[in-house]
T-cell receptor, first 113, second 115 residues
Protein backbone atom coordinates (compact mmCIF):
# COMPACT_ATOMS: atom_id res chain seq x y z
CA UNK A 1 0.00 0.00 0.00
CA UNK A 2 1.69 3.14 -1.23
CA UNK A 3 -0.95 5.65 -0.26
CA UNK A 4 -2.84 7.99 -2.55
CA UNK A 5 -0.84 8.76 -5.67
CA UNK A 6 -1.33 11.83 -7.86
CA UNK A 7 0.24 12.60 -11.22
CA UNK A 8 1.70 14.81 -12.37
CA UNK A 9 3.05 16.59 -9.31
CA UNK A 10 3.47 19.83 -11.20
CA UNK A 11 1.91 21.13 -14.39
CA UNK A 12 2.55 24.41 -16.17
CA UNK A 13 0.21 25.17 -19.04
CA UNK A 14 -0.69 28.08 -21.26
CA UNK A 15 -4.05 29.73 -20.85
CA UNK A 16 -6.64 28.07 -23.03
CA UNK A 17 -5.03 24.63 -23.01
CA UNK A 18 -6.65 21.52 -21.57
CA UNK A 19 -5.06 19.61 -18.71
CA UNK A 20 -5.79 16.27 -17.08
CA UNK A 21 -4.74 15.05 -13.65
CA UNK A 22 -4.80 11.52 -12.34
CA UNK A 23 -5.44 10.16 -8.86
CA UNK A 24 -4.85 6.58 -7.77
CA UNK A 25 -6.53 6.04 -4.40
CA UNK A 26 -5.58 3.48 -1.82
CA UNK A 27 -6.77 0.12 -3.08
CA UNK A 28 -10.22 -0.88 -1.84
CA UNK A 29 -11.05 2.71 -0.88
CA UNK A 30 -14.41 3.22 -2.52
CA UNK A 31 -14.77 6.87 -1.57
CA UNK A 32 -12.76 9.44 -3.53
CA UNK A 33 -12.71 13.23 -3.21
CA UNK A 34 -11.15 16.04 -5.22
CA UNK A 35 -10.26 19.31 -3.51
CA UNK A 36 -8.71 22.54 -4.72
CA UNK A 37 -6.36 24.62 -2.59
CA UNK A 38 -5.31 28.14 -3.46
CA UNK A 39 -2.48 30.01 -1.79
CA UNK A 40 -3.18 30.83 1.84
CA UNK A 41 -6.43 28.90 1.92
CA UNK A 42 -7.57 25.52 3.11
CA UNK A 43 -8.68 22.87 0.64
CA UNK A 44 -12.12 23.39 -0.90
CA UNK A 45 -14.32 20.51 -1.95
CA UNK A 46 -14.78 19.98 -5.69
CA UNK A 47 -16.38 16.59 -6.21
CA UNK A 48 -16.98 13.17 -4.71
CA UNK A 49 -17.15 9.63 -6.07
CA UNK A 50 -18.46 6.53 -4.42
CA UNK A 51 -17.08 3.72 -6.50
CA UNK A 52 -17.66 4.86 -10.09
CA UNK A 53 -20.62 7.11 -9.33
CA UNK A 54 -20.06 10.86 -9.08
CA UNK A 55 -22.47 11.78 -6.30
CA UNK A 56 -21.74 15.43 -5.63
CA UNK A 57 -20.21 18.36 -7.44
CA UNK A 58 -19.42 21.72 -5.89
CA UNK A 59 -20.51 24.98 -7.47
CA UNK A 60 -16.77 25.61 -7.79
CA UNK A 61 -16.73 22.96 -10.50
CA UNK A 62 -17.61 24.98 -13.57
CA UNK A 63 -18.59 23.47 -16.91
CA UNK A 64 -14.92 23.50 -17.89
CA UNK A 65 -14.18 20.90 -15.23
CA UNK A 66 -15.01 17.23 -15.57
CA UNK A 67 -14.09 14.28 -13.41
CA UNK A 68 -14.38 10.57 -13.98
CA UNK A 69 -13.70 7.40 -12.08
CA UNK A 70 -14.10 4.52 -14.50
CA UNK A 71 -14.49 1.12 -12.86
CA UNK A 72 -14.29 2.73 -9.45
CA UNK A 73 -10.50 2.68 -9.36
CA UNK A 74 -8.38 5.65 -10.44
CA UNK A 75 -9.91 9.04 -11.13
CA UNK A 76 -9.14 11.82 -13.57
CA UNK A 77 -9.87 15.51 -13.33
CA UNK A 78 -9.85 17.45 -16.59
CA UNK A 79 -9.88 21.22 -16.96
CA UNK A 80 -10.71 22.55 -20.40
CA UNK A 81 -9.71 25.99 -21.69
CA UNK A 82 -7.67 26.74 -18.59
CA UNK A 83 -7.74 30.20 -17.08
CA UNK A 84 -5.22 31.89 -14.78
CA UNK A 85 -7.71 31.57 -11.94
CA UNK A 86 -7.42 27.79 -12.21
CA UNK A 87 -3.87 27.99 -10.84
CA UNK A 88 -3.98 26.02 -7.59
CA UNK A 89 -3.06 22.79 -5.88
CA UNK A 90 -5.48 19.99 -6.74
CA UNK A 91 -5.69 17.38 -4.01
CA UNK A 92 -7.21 13.93 -4.14
CA UNK A 93 -8.31 11.99 -1.06
CA UNK A 94 -9.76 8.56 -0.45
CA UNK A 95 -11.35 6.73 2.42
CA UNK A 96 -12.71 3.27 2.97
CA UNK A 97 -15.86 4.21 4.85
CA UNK A 98 -17.82 7.28 5.86
CA UNK A 99 -16.61 7.20 9.44
CA UNK A 100 -12.90 6.80 8.75
CA UNK A 101 -10.28 9.41 8.09
CA UNK A 102 -9.50 10.46 4.56
CA UNK A 103 -5.99 9.97 3.20
CA UNK A 104 -4.67 12.62 0.86
CA UNK A 105 -2.24 12.50 -2.00
CA UNK A 106 0.60 14.97 -2.47
CA UNK A 107 -1.44 16.98 -4.93
CA UNK A 108 -0.91 18.37 -8.41
CA UNK A 109 0.20 21.96 -8.54
CA UNK A 110 -1.20 23.68 -11.62
CA UNK A 111 0.21 26.95 -12.93
CA UNK A 112 -1.59 28.62 -15.82
CA UNK A 113 0.53 31.22 -17.61
CA UNK B 1 -23.74 25.71 7.16
CA UNK B 2 -20.66 24.30 8.76
CA UNK B 3 -17.64 26.51 9.24
CA UNK B 4 -14.13 26.16 10.63
CA UNK B 5 -12.21 29.18 11.90
CA UNK B 6 -8.48 29.28 12.52
CA UNK B 7 -7.47 32.74 13.71
CA UNK B 8 -3.71 32.26 13.90
CA UNK B 9 -2.12 32.71 10.46
CA UNK B 10 1.32 31.97 11.89
CA UNK B 11 2.89 30.72 15.10
CA UNK B 12 6.43 30.33 16.39
CA UNK B 13 7.54 27.85 19.04
CA UNK B 14 10.89 26.98 20.50
CA UNK B 15 12.09 23.45 19.94
CA UNK B 16 11.05 21.06 22.76
CA UNK B 17 8.31 23.37 23.98
CA UNK B 18 4.55 22.83 23.66
CA UNK B 19 2.31 24.85 21.35
CA UNK B 20 -1.45 25.21 20.98
CA UNK B 21 -3.11 25.84 17.63
CA UNK B 22 -6.61 27.24 17.85
CA UNK B 23 -9.69 26.02 16.03
CA UNK B 24 -13.32 26.96 16.47
CA UNK B 25 -16.20 25.49 14.55
CA UNK B 26 -19.82 26.15 13.80
CA UNK B 27 -22.42 23.50 13.13
CA UNK B 28 -26.02 22.75 13.95
CA UNK B 29 -25.42 19.01 13.84
CA UNK B 30 -25.31 17.03 17.06
CA UNK B 31 -22.99 14.40 15.63
CA UNK B 32 -19.83 15.49 13.88
CA UNK B 33 -16.16 14.71 13.53
CA UNK B 34 -13.21 17.04 13.91
CA UNK B 35 -9.80 16.46 12.40
CA UNK B 36 -6.36 18.00 12.29
CA UNK B 37 -4.11 17.61 9.29
CA UNK B 38 -0.48 18.64 8.78
CA UNK B 39 0.67 19.90 5.40
CA UNK B 40 4.46 20.13 4.93
CA UNK B 41 5.93 21.99 2.00
CA UNK B 42 5.67 18.82 -0.09
CA UNK B 43 1.92 19.38 -0.22
CA UNK B 44 0.54 16.15 1.18
CA UNK B 45 -2.13 16.43 3.87
CA UNK B 46 -1.12 14.15 6.73
CA UNK B 47 -3.82 13.02 9.16
CA UNK B 48 -2.87 13.74 12.78
CA UNK B 49 -5.81 13.28 15.10
CA UNK B 50 -9.59 12.82 15.24
CA UNK B 51 -12.24 13.80 17.78
CA UNK B 52 -15.85 12.68 17.62
CA UNK B 53 -18.50 14.96 19.03
CA UNK B 54 -19.71 12.27 21.42
CA UNK B 55 -16.25 11.30 22.62
CA UNK B 56 -16.06 12.12 26.31
CA UNK B 57 -12.29 12.11 26.46
CA UNK B 58 -9.93 14.33 24.53
CA UNK B 59 -8.17 12.51 21.74
CA UNK B 60 -4.44 11.88 21.95
CA UNK B 61 -1.98 10.52 19.40
CA UNK B 62 1.61 10.50 20.55
CA UNK B 63 2.75 14.12 20.90
CA UNK B 64 -0.58 15.40 19.58
CA UNK B 65 -3.61 15.99 21.74
CA UNK B 66 -6.90 17.68 21.00
CA UNK B 67 -8.35 20.03 23.58
CA UNK B 68 -12.06 19.59 22.85
CA UNK B 69 -14.44 22.06 24.49
CA UNK B 70 -17.85 21.29 23.08
CA UNK B 71 -19.74 24.13 24.76
CA UNK B 72 -17.26 26.64 23.35
CA UNK B 73 -17.17 24.83 20.00
CA UNK B 74 -13.42 24.71 20.05
CA UNK B 75 -11.02 21.91 19.10
CA UNK B 76 -7.50 23.15 19.70
CA UNK B 77 -4.47 21.07 18.75
CA UNK B 78 -1.70 20.77 21.32
CA UNK B 79 1.73 19.65 20.14
CA UNK B 80 4.05 18.72 22.98
CA UNK B 81 7.85 18.68 22.81
CA UNK B 82 7.98 20.43 19.43
CA UNK B 83 10.49 19.21 16.88
CA UNK B 84 11.99 20.98 13.88
CA UNK B 85 10.09 18.57 11.64
CA UNK B 86 6.81 19.93 13.02
CA UNK B 87 7.27 23.10 10.97
CA UNK B 88 4.37 23.01 8.50
CA UNK B 89 0.85 24.24 7.82
CA UNK B 90 -1.80 22.81 10.13
CA UNK B 91 -5.45 22.56 9.13
CA UNK B 92 -8.47 21.95 11.29
CA UNK B 93 -11.37 20.27 9.52
CA UNK B 94 -14.90 19.11 10.16
CA UNK B 95 -16.49 16.18 8.40
CA UNK B 96 -20.10 16.35 7.35
CA UNK B 97 -22.30 13.76 9.01
CA UNK B 98 -24.50 13.05 6.02
CA UNK B 99 -24.37 12.95 2.26
CA UNK B 100 -20.84 12.65 1.00
CA UNK B 101 -19.17 13.12 4.39
CA UNK B 102 -16.84 15.65 2.83
CA UNK B 103 -14.44 17.75 4.87
CA UNK B 104 -14.71 21.47 5.53
CA UNK B 105 -11.32 23.02 6.21
CA UNK B 106 -10.14 26.13 7.98
CA UNK B 107 -7.59 28.51 6.49
CA UNK B 108 -4.73 26.94 8.38
CA UNK B 109 -1.95 27.99 10.74
CA UNK B 110 1.68 28.04 9.67
CA UNK B 111 3.88 26.74 12.50
CA UNK B 112 7.59 27.43 12.62
CA UNK B 113 9.70 25.57 15.16
CA UNK B 114 12.84 27.44 16.16
CA UNK B 115 16.09 25.68 17.05
Amino acid sequence: DTGVSQNPRHKITKRGQNVTFRCDPISEHNRLYWYRQTLGQGPEFLTYFQNEAQLEKSRLLSDRFSAERPKGSFSTLEIQRTEQGDSAMYLCASSVAMNTEAFFGQGTRLTVV
Amino acid sequence: AQKITQTQPGMFVQEKEAVTLDCTYDTSDQSYGLFWYKQPSSGEMIFLIYQGSYDEQNATEGRYSLNFQKARKSANLVISASQLGDSAMYFCAMRETSGTYKYIFGTGTRLKVLA
